[in-house]
């Protein structure tokens, strides 16, 4: 993974909630069996549309995402991550993001923020009335910081936790840290009863 | 203080807990589909690593997989490079598989309970959100992504943030008619589909005891449609009495012990949960969705809502979006909604109990014309289990089309899939945009409401037949 630093790009604005993950990468894409190549199924449908957000010149090498609440409900494929991550975003912003997509991001290093409702209304008039305005996600200082519409910056703190902050912070790879405590795993397994299910196949 | 049933998996499974870290859990069972694994078992390949517990791993094929014409290669190459990466990477790192064409093959969350692989207090993980079914055992069970997936395969472990617990607390009888999925709609729409985000539901009440198991998992099922992350049942004598001689299931003395120690998992008397929603079950009526997410739900008595309506700035901008997509005008009695489509299976709706259902209702009669009905049993097994009863007969007696176990037309990554604009009364558990094929149009409804739905060609419930075809459906349930 990618360390996670400090990112600061355009951002495109996603009026809209409940973003499921089958809009951000409809299912007939899933047949792949690579992690990349997913950049031009990202909002497959809504893209037909020549005036959708993304598909505006303006919008064209955006990297933040600034999307309405409940963003990535709905299936838990991690090809969600992908495609945005594909299609060039680093950041997505949202006041709600669904469990398994948030922890998704986390891990591949797509960081998703969750700001208040009326920060994101902020940053999407900032961004609406000013394309080439830039948005700061500084993951060290935990905070957001962009221009703002009246000459007032914005700057508004996030929270996440610290562990996986720190994993994002050093690119560091959940399984060789895990792997670290092999010797716990092995302790567990020698306790567990024997009732438990085994799935090798029963003669 | 007392523990709910959540906190009691939980804590039986921590494998290492450190200051300032997640909780390391040991997962039980690791339930694997071609759709979310290729990319793992290339990380295990890259790193040099095995899969740790082979014995806690297995593998079926479903979402891509063809519902007709199974012993022909599958048409799709797309496809069938995919079933055939899953067959390379279980046969390279030994996990077992059941493939296309094995008796054991289906939805893989119907696979693991009847296998009598899901036991009450056990882990469950599966690169599938639909991982929730298995709660209804009394497992903690929940989807996972690709990265995640790797991450059991190398170590059978994962580190986890902490949760919060919801009670949903289900008193009364369901009136006849109203099922586990009309009840389960009518939570999400109370508590939305962010509602249960962070938290592990425990759904319990007179309600929820007096249902089966398959029912059970139906409610179980559709807790990610409320954004939970997960859903649990308390294990009681219908969950043993359910896994009582499965192929997987506990024998002899490991019996005893599993319930013994199955019957300590229940909520403690004193335990607390962090929120509390309460339903009565008496009220409840058939519920079908209206829009594009299964929040947006309503009674089937019910018309198509009004997006000014909705106080919430958002709501009504999702409600006008939801209808446009779906071609409904606000105010149109949901009973007047036309279909031409029904579909009958998945994961939340393709079992035997609800074939069984829909069979019921369509016995002695036609679906109307120009309607397509699709009926997908969830496993090979529950499609025996159907042939042997004679459900098969009844489907295609009705003009219904009766095929092959797997995902189908929940979300059509195989051919079964709507075409543009066509709208479809659908037993599975996501109305997306798209979700059953590009412009479809999706009305998640139960297994009942489906068949009458087919019958009528319009959103219907049983009690929308003719006293005629009641009378035989009252017959035919007694049989
Ligand atoms: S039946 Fe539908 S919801 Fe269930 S696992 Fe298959 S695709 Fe997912």
């Known amino acids: 993974m990618e360390k996670f630093t400090t990112h600061t790009g355009r951002a495109v604005p996603l009026r ?55 963003f990535g409900t709905g299936s838990s494929r991690e090809h969600a991550v992908w495609a945005l991550q594909n299609y060039g975003f680093h950041a997505v912003i949202s006041s709600r993001f669904a469990d398994i997509f948030r922890g998704n991001s986390l891990k591949n290093g797509l960081l998703t923020v969750v700001l208040p409702q009326e920060t994101v209304e902020r940053l999407w008039a900032l961004t609406e009335s000013d394309p080439t305005a830039e948005i700061t996600v500084d993951l060290e200082a935990r905070e957001v910081r962009a221009g703002g519409l009246d000459g007032t910056p914005l700057a508004a703190s996030f929270e996440l936790d610290d562990n996986v902050r720190w994993r994002l912070l050093n690119g560091l790879d959940d399984i060789s840290i895990t792997l670290q405590n092999e010797a716990d795993i092995a302790a567990f397994e020698a306790t567990r009863p024997s009732f438990k299910p085994r799935t090798l196949p029963v003669a | 203080m007392g523990r709910t049933l959540a906190e009691k998996v939980w804590d039986d499974h921590v494998v290492r807990r450190a200051e300032g870290e997640p909780d390391l859990l040991f997962i039980d069972l690791h339930l694997l589909h071609e759709v979310t694994s290729p990319q793992a078992f290339d990380g295990l390949r890259l790193a040099g690593r095995p899969v740790r517990r082979t014995d806690l791993t297995i593998a079926t094929e479903d979402h891509n ?76 069970a929940f989807g996972i992504g690709t990265s995640q997936v790797e991450h059991v395969l190398a170590t059978q472990t994962l580190p986890l943030a902490p949760f919060r617990t919801m009670a949903i607390t289900v008193e009364g009888e369901l009136p006849e008619g109203v099922t586990a999925k009309d009840l389960i709609l009518a939570v999400i729409a109370r508590i939305g589909t962010g509602g249960g985000q962070g938290y592990v539901l425990e759904y319990r009440g007179s309600a929820i005891r007096g249902l089966s198991m398959e029912a059970r998992m139906t409610i179980c099922n559709m807790s990610i449609e409320a954004g939970a992350r997960a859903g649990m049942i308390a294990p ?79 709501e009504r901008q999702a409600a006008e979006n939801a209808l446009t997509y779906m071609g409904l005008e606000a105010g149109t009695p949901l009973r007047e909604v036309k279909v031409d489509a029904v579909f009958v299976g998945s994961c939340t709706n393709g079992r035997i109990e609800d074939l069984r259902a829909a069979a019921a209702i369509l016995e002695g009669r036609r679906i109307a014309d120009g309607v397509r009905m699709l009926v997908v049993p969830g496993s090979v097994r529950v499609a025996l289990q159907a042939v042997e009863e004679g459900l098969d007969k009844v489907f295609t007696a009705a003009g219904a089309e009766w095929r092959h176990a797997g995902c189908s037309m929940c979300l059509g990554m195989n051919p079964d899939q709507l075409a543009p604009g066509e709208r479809c009364a659908s037993t599975s558990n996501r109305n997306f945009e798209g979700r059953q094929g590009k412009g479809g149009r999706t009305h998640l409804v139960s297994p009942q409401v489906a068949a009458a739905t087919a019958v009528l060609g319009r959103l219907a419930a049983p009690s929308d037949l003719t006293p005629d075809a009641l009378s035989s459906i009252q017959h035919s349930v007694e049989a």
Request: a negative charge.
């Open chain 1, 16 to 70: 809209r909630s409940n973003v499921d993950t089958d809009q951000i990468i409809p299912a007939h894409w899933l047949k792949k069996v690579t992690r990349s190549g997913f950049e031009d199924g990202l909002f497959e449908a809504w893209r037909k549309d020549e005036s959708f957000i993304l598909n505006r010149p303006e919008r064209q090498g955006a990297t933040v995402l600034v999307a309405g609440p409940e």
């Open chain 2, 65 to 140: 997989t063809p519902t007709l014409d199974i012993d022909k290669p599958i048409a799709d190459p797309v496809s069938r490079v995919q079933l055939e990466t899953l067959r390379r990477n279980a046969a390279e790192f030994g996990v077992r598989i059941h493939s296309l064409g094995d008796v054991e093959q289906g939805v893989v969350h119907v696979v693991g309970p009847q296998l009598g692989l899901t036991q009450p207090g056990t882990t469950v993980v599966c690169g599938d959100s639909h991982t929730s079914t298995h709660g209804a055992f009394g497992a903690l």
């Open chain 2, 236 to 314: 009681d004598e219908t969950t043993f009495a359910y896994l009582e001689g499965r192929p997987h299931a506990p024998k002899g003395e490991d019996w005893d012990a599993a319930v013994a120690y199955w019957k300590t998992l229940g909520t403690d008397e004193d335990a607390v949960f962090d929120h509390d929603i309460f339903i009565d079950a008496n009220e409840l009526t058939p519920f079908v969705t209206w829009g594009t997410n299964p929040g947006q739900g309503a009674p089937l008595g019910a018309n198509v809502p009004d997006p000014a309506s909705f106080a919430d700035l958002q």
